[in-house]
């Protein structure tokens, strides 16, 4: 959680949410890293769990991610989660839960829905705190 915390830490250089993730291969290695890129690429579909997957699936040449783990600072969002699903990656590593927004758990349970072709493991609340601490202190300053 640490290196997805320091990659979230990145994003408000351009003004955009900090929001970090990594994605690890079954031996545990940082495949991909990266931090929400909308405001800089003005691309809605920058988040970082997709930015993450895409760059990890690259690496590996191929879109599956079987065995992977994505770890992330805040609970993904029903587009990321959809994300997880197709790329079929093992786990989420979630750091702060999202209340309003949250798809693998707070609001909708997309990566554990039994009527889709695969599910999730979820490991929730790592560092939440700290997690949650890069938000509060990005949106005061925005208000």
Same mark, same amino acid.
């Given at each position: 959680?640490?290196?997805?915390?320091?990659?979230?830490?990145?994003?408000?250089?351009?003004?955009? #949410?900090?929001?970090?993730?990594? #994605? &690890?291969?079954?031996?545990?290695?940082?495949?991909?890293?990266?931090?929400?890129?909308?405001?800089?690429?003005?691309?809605?579909?920058?988040?970082?769990? $997709? $930015?993450?997957?895409?760059?990890?699936?690259?690496?590996?040449g191929?879109?599956? &991610?079987?065995?992977h783990? &994505?770890?992330?600072? $805040?609970?993904?969002?029903?587009?990321?989660?959809?994300?997880?699903?197709?790329?079929?990656?093992?786990?989420? #590593?979630?750091?702060?839960?999202?209340?309003?927004?949250?798809?693998?758990?707070?609001? /909708?349970?997309?990566?554990?829905?039994?009527? &889709?072709?695969?599910?999730?493991? #979820?490991?929730?609340?790592?560092?939440?705190?700290?997690?949650?601490?890069? $938000?509060?202190?990005? /949106?005061?300053?925005?208000?």
């Amino acid at each position: 959680m640490a290196k997805a915390r320091a990659e979230a830490a990145l994003a408000p250089a351009h003004g955009d #949410v900090p929001i970090g993730a990594v #994605v &690890l291969d079954p031996s545990g290695h940082v495949v991909a890293r990266a931090h929400n890129e909308r405001e800089l690429t003005g691309d809605p579909t920058a988040h970082a769990e $997709l $930015l993450a997957l895409r760059r990890a699936a690259a690496a590996r040449g191929e879109w599956r &991610l079987d065995g992977h783990t &994505l770890v992330v600072t $805040l609970e993904p969002c029903t587009m990321c989660a959809g994300a997880l699903v197709l790329a079929r990656v093992e786990r989420v #590593v979630i750091g702060a839960w999202d209340t309003k927004a949250g798809a693998v758990a707070s609001v /909708f349970d997309v990566v554990r829905d039994p009527r &889709l072709n695969h599910r999730v493991d #979820v490991v929730g609340g790592i560092e939440a705190e700290a997690c949650g601490e890069l $938000l509060r202190e990005f /949106f005061e300053g925005h208000r």
